[in-house]
């Protein structure tokens, strides 16, 4: 190669080796390397026709060595200590123009911590989305760090990620720091969310309705003809239609139902709480894969308790109800908990930018982001529930996902995340709630006074007197 390249990628794992055959496509050369030297040559060696822009390299010095200054090198390998071992390893061999791009599942405040690290490089943090396929073909990219440094990475960044319906790039800047990563794990928590209410609703057909797997895949399939329409949906109805090639029987009754987790949606649910922000859907969709793993429990209950009760008759046009008004309700949670973030840790994120940039690529890419982003774009300081667009779909959606709820309570069928929606929005359009008792028992037992809805300044209860 003529020209030495200035982009770089470490860890050709699988999303590692996607995201760089999917630069070199896009026509950029790209040095490469990976800490087994066979992986890089096999990777080279498969690259095809893009193998003439890979340069891939042997140790780590001979990748900075085949490279030309000002580098900016994007790191794939897991996030955690592995990310902090090769910065350490790369300090040394970089000067103060290279950039270092953690393009990993980074928590983001391992990422602030990063970018105020003071290293001999410029560092920035980058959530990708889209699994194996997005990052070959178009990922949706949520960049943190200092403009500059997403202004010199935005031409790459742009080129390779996936395109909206309008053709607008699916990569944006986030903001400082962490901001990147927070934005991409606010992402993750709502991917968990939007996976749990489906399988709720799967749940409701499959044990309330006594529907089999191929009978429900055409309903999913249906529904991703409407509002629904979502690469979740899509795939729900392909593997509903799977066929084991074991058993020949539906590929979804032979696979256990124990979820794992990789930490991320955890991770949502854990900075929710230290910003008080509500986002129960999110909370119950993590919950529920922990309570999904507790299989020898589970079983005894059911030894214990019986099967639930009689089946539930549920008209699918609810479910679908009752699954956009879910949607909805865990995204207004998920778009109020950025704004918290933003005021608490002093971003700027544009709420219609960032919806925008999950319309493609990413794992929770839908047709209703497009509508969230025109929403969100009227008025980003408002909760979603509180845009006429939204407030009409969840008048049509709520005495669905009433009934969906209730059906869940009365024949025994565990719906947290639908039902920690529908609670959320009816203390959201409660103008007087129940505090009023929490308040007067803190008073009571702790003198820790309250307001008074009259405005006279008596912060104690009779009972405080005497
Ligand atoms: C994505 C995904 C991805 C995530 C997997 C698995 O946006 O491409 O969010 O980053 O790692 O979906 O996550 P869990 O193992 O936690 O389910």
């Known amino acids: 190669m003529a020209v030495k390249p200035q982009l770089g990628l470490i860890g050709l794992g699988t999303m590692g080796a996607a995201l760089a055959l999917n630069i070199a496509e896009k026509g950029f050369p790209i040095a490469v390397w990976n800490r087994t030297a066979s992986v890089t040559r096999r990777f080279h060696s498969a690259a095809g026709a893009l193998a003439e822009r890979i340069v891939p390299a042997e140790t780590l010095a001979d990748l900075v060595a085949a490279m030309a200054a000002p580098r ?29 791009i953690d393009a990993g599942n980074a928590n983001f405040h391992d990422t602030d911590r990063r970018a105020a690290a003071g290293w001999p490089f410029r560092f920035m943090g980058i959530g990708v989305s ?75 057909m499959r044990d309330g309705l006594a529907m089999a797997a191929p009978e429900i895949a055409p309903v999913f399939a249906r529904w991703n003809e409407g509002v629904l329409r979502s690469y979740l949906v899509e795939i729900s109805a392909a593997v509903a239609a799977a066929r084991d090639p074991v058993t020949g029987g539906p590929m979804l009754d032979m696979i256990v139902d124990a979820a794992g987790q990789k930490g991320t949606g955890r991770w949502t649910a854990i900075e929710a709480q230290h910003l008080g922000a509500p986002i129960p859907v999110i909370e119950a969709a993590v919950m529920a894969r922990n309570v999904s793993a507790r299989r020898a429990e589970r079983a005894a209950g059911e030894a214990l308790y019986g099967p639930a009760p009689e089946p539930a008759v549920v008209p699918l046009e609810d479910l679908e109800q009752a699954l956009i008004a879910g949607k909805i309700l865990c995204y207004a949670q998920g778009f109020a908990m950025m704004r918290a973030a933003a005021e608490s840790f002093g971003w ?14 990413c794992i929770i890419r839908s047709a209703m982001l497009n509508d969230m982003a025109e929403a969100l774009a009227e008025d980003p300081g408002r909760n979603l529930i509180l845009a006429p667009f939204f407030a009409n779909t969840l008048r049509r959606g709520l005495p669905a996902l009433r009934r969906v709820v209730a059906a869940g309570a009365l024949h025994g069928l565990g719906l947290p995340a639908l039902s920690a929606g529908l609670a959320w929005f009816d203390m959201m359009r409660t103008a007087r709630g129940t505090a009023d008792m929490i308040q007067a028992q803190r008073d009571y037992f702790g003198l820790h006074g309250f307001q008074r809805r009259d405005g006279l300044d008596r912060p104690h209860g009779p009972w405080a007197e005497g």
């Open 130 to 204: 889209g699994g194996e396929a997005g990052a070959r073909h178009g990922p949706a990219i949520m960049a943190g760090g200092k403009p500059e440094d997403w202004a010199r990475m935005a031409p790459v960044l742009r080129a390779i990620a996936a395109r909206a319906e309008d053709g607008t790039p699916c990569a944006d800047h986030m903001g400082e720091g962490g901001a990147g990563h927070f934005v991409k794990m606010v992402h993750n928590g709502i991917e968990y969310a939007d996976m749990q209410m489906i399988a709720e609703v799967y749940g409701i």
């Open 348 to 361: 700027a994120l544009d709420m219609p930018a960032i919806a925008r940039v999950w319309r493609a690529g």
């Open 72 to 100: 900016a090198i994007i790191l794939m390998v897991p996030a955690g200590e592995a990310v902090d071992a090769q910065l350490s390893a790369l300090a040394p061999l970089l000067g103060p123009q290279d950039l270092v």
